[in-house]
């Protein structure tokens, strides 16, 4: 290929990435700057000086931060492209319908990612075979014909299950600065890994099917006895129903101020939220008690049709109640009794998860067991389970974990 048509092939792949715009944000990943820097920093090597080094540097920069991502470019750049939170999949996402010319600018940039996702080191290498002098291992990388248009359209069709953005490559987000944080190593618990209180976990599986199904759905109060299952049931049906377009974003008590702000950012997304509050209590006296009142029931930006607030607790009411709270110097006594048990009864729904008995405790312990190939018969191992219980706080199912553990630990699977 003689060079003037090199550089009108490399200078037509550069010129359409500059003018990306619904995509604009693509020009800056750090796999596909490399590849525009790559191609860019090519083009006057047809015209000067063979200028070796300067080619061979991008294009080792290229290939070292593809291979920390996917040794496949068409793939990365497809599912960056996914991916990607724009203004167009955005409005999407809300039934927005675009003037022609927007459709056609994204049709157009679709095609332009795919051309890029199609540059292979073969080609490179052929291209510049006349140019090239040194004879060297160049790395190279895997590329597929990918159809991006096709694919966009499928995920616009199906947006109520990926989402977009950050909320599309990850399915649980902690709160920081205000803003959500993926979370970088996610809890795993699934729920066939759960055993014990089927009953009390339908209650919530349910509630949540109907916030997917885009039924009304209670905000949800899992109370009871330490150790019981509440906050990985929680984390479970997330990872169970992750695919079916459900998130959860954690927030701690003393971020509840902050759940108004993010309703109002996540409101509008075509994905379902759990806001995910651990271990909550207050004292009667707690300024952030009557946050999440008002965040429950009485703010107007509280009630979105996506969203649904799950908290965990070891008290009914919530609130660490003292005696002097119901015989202090309060004229209207009745009243500050009332105000403190209200919070739990604007929960819709309210799931009980107490103590095991010992029937209970050793079936969860035998299921365990049998999972983890225990090697104990099912006497020695209710008499160990009793006893490890008695030794280490009673009876739970997080009880029940931990001497499994131990089992294994000593061998005994």
């Known amino acids: ?85 724009n203004f167009y999949i955005i409005g999407k996402a809300q039934g927005i319908e675009f003037d022609v010319y927007i459709e056609e600018c994204v049709k157009n940039e679709l095609e332009t990612l795919q051309m890029l996702s199609l540059i292979t080191p073969e080609q490179f290498q052929e291209d510049l075979k006349d140019v090239l002098e040194c004879k060297i291992f160049l790395p190279k990388w895997r ?55 089927e009953r009390e976990r339908q209650a919530v599986i349910n509630n949540t099917l109907a916030l997917l199904n885009g039924k009304p759905a209670q905000n949800t109060l899992l109370y009871g006895d330490a150790g019981t299952g509440k906050s990985s049931t929680v984390k479970a049906i997330v990872n169970e129903y992750a695919s079916k377009g459900l998130r959860l974003i954690e927030v701690t008590k003393e ?29 009667s006296d707690d300024d952030c008690f009557g946050a999440l009142k008002a965040t429950l029931e009485g703010s107007v930006s509280a009630r979105a049709d996506n969203i649904a607030i799950y908290a965990t607790s070891n008290r009914r009411h919530l609130v660490k109640e003292r005696f002097s709270d119901r015989d202090g110097d309060d004229v209207h006594r009745n009243d500050t009794i009332q105000e403190l048990i209200s919070l739990s009864a604007r929960f819709g729904l309210k799931v009980n998860f107490s103590k095991p008995d010992k029937n209970a405790y050793i079936d969860i312990v035998t299921s365990l067991a049998e999972i983890n190939n225990i090697n104990l018969d099912k006497d020695s191992l209710s008499v160990q389970a009793e006893s490890f219980a008695i030794k280490n706080g009673g009876r739970s199912a997080r009880t029940a974990k931990q001497f499994i553990n131990q089992l294994i630990a000593d061998g005994k699977n």
């Open 143 to 197: 590329t597929s014909e990918i159809d991006f248009l096709s694919e966009y359209k499928k995920r616009i069709n199906n947006i109520n299950i990926y989402g977009y953005g950050k909320y599309s490559k990850n399915k649980m987000f902690i709160l920081k600065d205000g803003e959500t944080i993926p979370v970088k190593y996610p809890d795993s618990q699934r729920l066939d890994h759960l055993y014990g209180y």
């Open 1 to 85: 290929m003689e060079l003037c048509e090199l550089y009108e092939k490399y200078e037509e792949i550069n010129l359409r990435l500059e003018s990306l715009v619904v995509f604009s944000n693509l020009r800056y990943d750090d796999v596909i700057a490399e590849m525009a820097g790559l191609v860019y920093h090519t083009l006057p090597m047809f015209l000067e000086d063979k200028n070796e080094y300067n080619f061979i540097n991008k294009y080792r920069d290229f290939a070292e931060e593809l291979y920390k991502n996917n040794i496949n470019f068409s793939e990365y750049v497809l599912q960056k492209t996914l991916e990607d939170e």
């Open 255 to 283: 971020q509840l101020r902050d759940i108004p702000h993010i309703i109002d950012s996540i409101s509008k997304n075509p994905l379902k939220f759990i806001l995910f509050i651990d271990d909550l209590s207050f004292s």
